[in-house]
């Protein structure tokens, strides 16, 4: 249902593309109605399968839900909704053109990608969504966004090539791509391993991780706001969500040593991608940066790889969503405020567009993991496991890393409040924009607040249970 | 017993739905900012006061609301907490009514108002703080929500203060976030106790504790303005007067002083941290920051950065008084977490009141300043004798048992150190007296011509003079009940007595 319905909505909008505002919300909204009655099924009856076609497993295609895929559709659908009322009031008609129904190819293949329960239909999905989403980044014209969106494309195809080839070899040994059925037989081989090295590099690729995170920040710099915010918030974590699963359900053999190395990886890539963040000049890739930086904390659970840690990796990765896809649409207002994104030169926006100036100060609230917020949340997890386990240095590296997003967030609050020697004309934004910008802010807020439900949604069908039992509620259906 | 449960979520919402209102209105609808801020702050006085009326009746008021997992957030109101939530609501009153006055005509007003509302509330949260979460989520609320105040002028010079401002106090809040989360990994508890909570579930962990405190102390010294970490005090200066006023009586450098006082008393608990050896060090820290601060006020000729080191300095007193470990020194500490926020929040209303109505903001030019504003300036000089410890003065009584205190924990050497910073507050604050009621003006004063009263407008005047009156009188009515100095006595009971 929820792959289907974005599915129609590509169609029609590739069909009638006079009405694809309209159309292309109208899916919106269904999809989220759609989530919203899988939440309520899966809070009645627990983590479900569905055999698509009625075929089982083994032949067959089966679709999985739970809590863990659910959040992250859930989460889709925040974003996927903000962002679509916001790029209705900021795409010309010419543009919506192509932008609604590649961004329905893009939801669709997210939301196929969080239900699916085999490796080949996860490889399908992935392929699915970075060919759209390199699409959504030429769209904004110009060369650098089309040489960034080239470079994109080659990252992507190789990202999901050494996903094909891990995939063939786990095929070869096992004669199954079904997620349940491989954690079943898998035993530790060569070729196991070798499988796990080149799925793992290959998502490593597309999830931007330092040091291949070299294709982000001018991709999701030059792109359109509203696609920037989609791919910062979603796109990589779409990648990441893959490698959880796989980490957590196909690969549960004893893995402290490749832990312990993504895990240096990702503190590396909190220290550059913080330290590079602080560097620019342009807004944008100041928030591109951060992007690179933020995705090194959701690394840190691997090395201490217990229940809370991933849920702090998780609580992290649903306020990143919230928090930069609203930095992201904070930016695009001020772009189009000013017309250039320059820091220095932002001469007193926190006086002329307070609202939008207001979003980006939440959400970097956010970002910097402060109380009260979802980013705090993830943080404390992530430090109260880190501590408990003795692990001083991922503690002092996620401090460390707050204060470099302390420092880079508030250096663009502070050239809100001046006055610049430049001096640009400024452009009307629709109040639309701003406060959709101001509601994703608003909302990573408050999801550090309400911690109960998404803590609890995280148990459902218990992806994050340590140990091997993860086979356990892949196995009773 | 029966407990309140929404009271302390009552009076935190009393300054910030208002302060969440303000943001929205347009820039015109003063009548509007100015009944909200108003009756906000008229409604939490009422609502303290029955709090107070409440406790001293055997009342409990606490909230608990659901947080992280095993931990919540608690608002409770004891007696430490209501020392300095009274003292806040007061002032918060008082300032009100200044900085509506002070800033008519100014640009941005309902960001301002909503920022100061916003402060306060982080203020109280920090007051009502239950437990050690509770504290670091109102202690970084209000550290984000000072800054747009001290930048609130948009100059670079104000961009600049507000970034060493940031620099400091975000770094502080890192070690504070991770003291308080080794503290947690220990102990599985951060619920504030009398007398503490450490010792008891922790044999064996001495070198850790030791380590934690500093990281707690070191992360609440930046905004107490402790010796290394005090830089950023006298360049917040570029903020509004009022703004001054409430960051140096009330609201950040208290918050620090009062952190102080909950993690020794009610984390680690006095006897303990006495015993871990941790109190001496603070001790003579809070002793070199006196010194050091009243020094450094000697050579400012900028009135407000004058009173800025002077703060460093005072501020430092209450430290002193909580690391000395004894009874009597702890009553003057605490003491002085309210004596010196009503003294210094006069000064610098007076400080205020002279750059806005002559422009006056050098020592130099304040020559015969007091015969064109006698009342200002007799404020002035009410709050500079209670900062040099004057008696009958407020801030004698401070100083008293801050000096019997220290004799009776056998700490000779600070009687010196009280006595030299006493010596240098006379030494900073008389020239400005003797040059403001004894020398010649050496220009004409522009006159102007006020409704009520020829000096300067009425609600500029009247919050130094309520402030300078009060500080009279809780030196003089010192023993009273009900007064500071016997509620700080009460709550010095409840830590030493046996």
């Known amino acids: 249902m929820l792959i289907v319905l974005p599915l129609i909505g590509t169609l029609l909008c590739f069909l009638l593309p006079r009405q694809v505002k309209a159309l292309g919300l109208m899916t919106a909204l269904a999809i989220a109605a759609g989530a919203v009655a899988l939440l309520w099924q899966l809070l009645e009856q627990g983590a479900m399968r569905y055999p698509v076609g009625g075929w089982g497993a083994p032949l067959g295609i089966d679709l999985y839900v739970d809590g863990l895929s659910l959040l992250m559709l859930l989460i889709t659908v925040t974003v996927g909704l903000a962002v679509s009322i916001y790029a209705n009031a900021a795409f010309k008609p010419e543009k919506a053109v192509y932008f609604w129904p590649l961004w329905l190819l893009l939801w669709t293949a997210l939301n196929a990608l969080f239900l699916s329960a085999d490796l080949f239909n996860l490889y399908v999905t992935l392929e699915l969504l970075g060919l759209s989403a390199v699409a959504l980044v030429a769209l904004a014209g110009g060369s650098a966004a089309l040489g960034a969106a080239m470079r994109y494309l080659l990252v992507s195809l190789l990202g999901s090539m050494l996903y094909l080839l891990g995939l063939a070899l786990l095929y070869h040994s096992f004669a199954s791509v079904d997620i349940a059925i491989l954690a079943q037989r898998m035993e530790s081989t060569p070729a196991v391993w070798a499988a796990m090295v080149l799925m793992t590099a290959g998502l490593l690729l597309k999830t931007a991780l330092f040091p291949l995170h070299f294709w982000l920040p001018p991709a999701h710099a030059n792109a359109p706001a509203a696609v920037s915010a989609l791919l910062s918030a979603l796109v990589v974590k779409a990648s990441f969500y893959i490698l959880l699963r796989l980490w957590l359900e196909v690969f ?16 590396a890539a909190i220290l550059w991608g913080g ?32 229940t809370m840690a991933w849920k702090g990796a998780m609580y992290l990765l649903l306020s990143h969503a919230l928090a930069k896809s609203a930095m992201f649409l904070a930016a695009g207002n001020l772009l189009l405020f000013g017309g250039h994104d320059r820091i220095s030169h932002l001469d007193r926006v926190a006086q002329r567009l307070p609202l939008t100036l207001a979003a980006f100060a939440l959400a970097g609230v956010s970002i910097m993991g402060l109380p009260p917020s979802a980013g705090f949340v993830g943080k404390w997890l992530l430090l109260d496991t880190a501590l408990r386990s003795g692990e001083w240095g991922w503690a002092v590296v996620m401090i460390l890393g707050s204060l470099l997003a302390a420092a880079y967030v508030f250096k663009v609050i502070g050239y809100a409040f001046t006055q610049a020697e430049v001096t640009h004309e400024a452009s009307e934004v629709s109040p639309t924009m701003e406060w959709t910008a101001f509601a994703l802010a608003l909302a990573a807020i408050v999801l550090g607040l ?15 249970a340590i140990s091997l039992p993860a086979l356990d509620s892949g196995a009773a259906a | 017993m029966s407990g309140y449960y929404e009271l302390p979520l009552l009076i935190l919402a009393s300054s910030m739905v208002p302060g969440l209102i303000i943001f929205m209105l347009p820039e015109e609808a003063v009548r509007t900012r100015i009944t909200l801020n108003m009756s906000g702050a008229l409604l939490k006085v009422i609502l303290v006061g029955i709090v107070i009326w409440g406790l001293s009746n055997g009342q409990q008021y606490e909230t608990r609301l659901p947080f992280l997992p095993g931990l919540e957030l608690v608002l409770k109101a004891d007696a430490l907490s209501i020392l300095f939530i009274t003292l806040s609501t007061v002032l918060w009153l008082v300032t009100t009514v200044y900085a509506i006055s002070y800033l008519e005509n100014s640009p941005n007003r309902s960001r301002f108002f909503g920022f100061f509302s916003l402060c306060v509330t982080a203020t109280i949260g920090i007051a009502l703080a239950g437990n050690l979460i509770t504290f670091v989520l109102f202690y970084e609320l209000l550290t984000l929500t000072t800054y747009p105040l001290i930048v609130h002028r948009g100059t670079e010079e104000a961009r600049r203060a507000g970034r060493s401002y940031l620099i400091h106090t975000m770094i502080g809040g890192a070690l504070l976030l991770l003291g308080t989360v080794w503290l947690y990994s220990l102990t599985g ?19 850790s504790l030791i380590i934690i405190f500093a990281l707690l102390i070191a992360g609440l010294g930046v905004k107490a303005a402790l010796v290394p970490f005090h830089s950023w005090l006298p360049q917040a200066m570029v903020a509004p007067a009022p703004v001054s006023a409430l960051l140096h009586a009330v609201a950040v450098v208290k918050a620090g002083a009062f952190g102080i006082a909950r993690v020794v008393y009610d984390v680690y608990g006095i006897k303990f941290a006495s015993e871990l050896g941790v109190t001496l060090p603070l001790a003579i820290l809070a002793a070199i920051t006196i010194i050091y601060g009243s020094v450094r006020a000697l050579f400012q000729d900028d009135l ?34 309210v004596h010196q926020g009503i003294m210094k929040i006069t000064l610098f209303f007076c400080a205020g009141n002279l750059s806005e109505t002559l422009g006056i903001h050098k020592v130099s030019e304040m020559d015969g300043v007091g015969r064109r504003m006698p009342l200002t300036m007799a404020a002035f000089t009410l709050g500079a004798f209670g900062m040099m410890g004057a008696p009958p003065l407020a801030g004698f009584i401070s100083k008293w048992y801050l000096g019997l205190g220290a004799l009776d924990a056998g700490q000779d050497w600070v009687i010196l150190v009280l006595a030299g910073s006493s010596l240098l507050n006379a030494m900073y604050f008389l020239p400005i007296l003797h040059r403001a009621w004894f020398r010649e003006p050496v220009q004409e004063w522009p006159a102007t011509n006020y409704l ?33 100095l016997e509620w700080a006595r009460f709550i010095t009971s409840l830590e030493y007595s046996p």
Do not use: C, N
Request: charged share 10%; glycine share 8%; net charge positive.
């Open chain 2, 304 to 337: 407000k950065r004058r009173l800025a080191f002077s703060t460093v300095s005072q501020v430092s007193y209450i430290t002193l008084g909580i690391a000395l470990a004894g009874p009597i020194a702890t009553i003057g500490g605490l003491v002085h977490l």
């Open chain 2, 452 to 484: 009520w009263h020829r000096e300067t407008a009425w609600a500029l005047l009247l919050p130094p003079l309520f402030t300078a009156l009060l500080s009279l009188i809780l030196g003089l009515l010192a023993s009273l009940p009900y007064s500071t």
């Open chain 1, 252 to 267: 549960p053999l004893s893995h402290a040593a490749p832990g312990q190395f993504l895990g240096l990886l990702g503190a």
């Open chain 1, 450 to 464: 309400l911690t109960h439900w998404p803590l609890a949604l995280m148990d459902i069908g218990a992806p994050l």
């Open chain 1, 275 to 306: 330290v590079q963040a602080l560097r620019q000049t342009r807004l944008k890739m100041l928030i591109a940066y951060s992007t690179v930086s933020q995705l090194g904390y959701l690394f840190i659970a691997f090395p201490l790889a217990t």
């Open chain 2, 189 to 207: 508890t951060l619920e504030f106790t009398h007398r503490g909570f450490v010792a008891g579930l922790l044999p064996g962990h001495d070198t």
